[in-house]
């Protein structure tokens, strides 16, 4: 299937599907910048940043390794 885009109100999501392990992933920063309502992808990926770091100080696990 390959990545793909999703319209989500006025932006878009990109996704894809892992079709071995019949799973869909979807970009964090697509999804922050839709909930956060902002035009610009950056404002989005630096408030992903900031959330990872502080999440990670607080013992957080966000990412898999």
């Given amino acids: 299937?390959?990545?793909?885009?999703?319209?989500?109100e006025d932006?878009?999501?990109r996704r894809h599907y892992d079709e071995k392990k019949e799973i869909l992933y979807f970009s964090v920063t697509d999804?922050?910048?839709?909930?956060?309502?902002?035009?610009?992808f950056q404002t989005a990926r630096k408030y992903w940043n900031k959330l990872k770091q502080r999440l990670q100080v607080e013992g957080s696990q966000v990412v898999t390794n």
């Fill in 1 to 8: 299937m390959g990545t793909h885009i999703t319209p989500f």
């Fill in 31 to 40: 999804i922050i910048q839709a909930l956060i309502q902002q035009s610009d």
């Fill in 11 to 13: 932006y878009t999501i």
